[in-house]
């Protein structure tokens, strides 16, 4: 079974800053996907970015980029002059690239994100 | 707005009833999932609907069910509730099950059993 690691229960980055949110994952397989998602005071689940493992290129969402190492099964994400807005729960999630029953997420624990003005 | 509708968006209950959890997924998407979101477990998939059937089960309990009905939408019974049931939950849907999809997220319905 596959699982995914967030060692950072909570990070705090002050505005405008740059902060680094890390997440390992354990899987045997080649083929998924790996996605980050935000979860603001309002509980909403957010998709923020995400990764195919068969990308090499680490993808950009404006503000927030990913630094992905498939051979370390490392997936982190660096998010860039943060703002006010970006305070929240931020979760790490993985998702079998097979069809059919796999297509469930599996998430991390979690790390909340505080951002300090 | 991520086009899921999730109802209701609260609900308080006693221990030892039975409530009903109801989610509209996105137009067109095909695949339902439901999640539940507590502070001891995180986030865990419960199960997944297909246009209308079963087609994975994760963590979910023998007194919660679940089905898809032929408009779509999903309902996520929850039965014999204990305080340990309290928590959020989350339905996603997404698109057909061989594309590229992300899984699209409803508000949730916060559920606190007294």
């Known amino acids: 079974a596959q699982t995914v690691t967030q060692s950072q229960p909570e990070m705090s980055v002050q505005e405008a800053e740059t902060v680094t949110l890390s997440c390992t994952y354990d899987?045997?397989?080649?083929?998924?996907?790996l996605f980050w998602y935000k979860q603001p005071p309002s509980r909403q689940m957010i998709l923020v970015i995400r990764q195919e493992a068969y990308k090499q290129q680490n993808a950009t969402e404006n503000r927030f980029s990913v630094n992905f190492q498939k051979a370390a099964k490392s997936f982190s994400l660096k998010i860039s002059d943060s703002q006010l807005g970006d305070a929240a729960m931020y979760f790490c999630a993985y998702r079998s690239g097979r069809g059919g029953s796999n297509y469930k997420l599996t998430f991390g624990k979690g790390t909340l994100l505080t951002v300090n003005p | 707005d991520s086009g899921v509708t999730q109802t209701p968006k609260h609900l308080i209950t006693a221990t030892g009833q039975r409530v009903t959890l109801r989610c509209s997924p996105r137009s067109g998407d095909l695949s339902v999932y439901w999640y539940q979101q507590s502070l001891d477990q995180g986030l865990q998939f419960l199960i997944q609907?297909?246009?209308?059937?079963?087609?994975a089960k994760g963590n979910i309990l023998e007194r919660f069910s679940a089905q898809q009905f032929p408009d779509l939408h999903s309902e996520l019974n929850l039965s014999s509730l204990e305080l340990g049931d309290s928590a959020l939950y989350f339905c996603?849907?997404?698109?057909?099950?061989?594309?590229?999809?992300?899984?699209?997220f409803g508000q949730g319905t916060r559920l606190t059993v007294v």
């Open positions: 609907y297909y246009n209308g059937e079963e087609r």
């Open positions: 899987t045997s397989e080649s083929d998924y996907y």
């Open positions: 996603a849907s997404s698109g057909h099950e061989n594309m590229n999809t992300e899984a699209f």
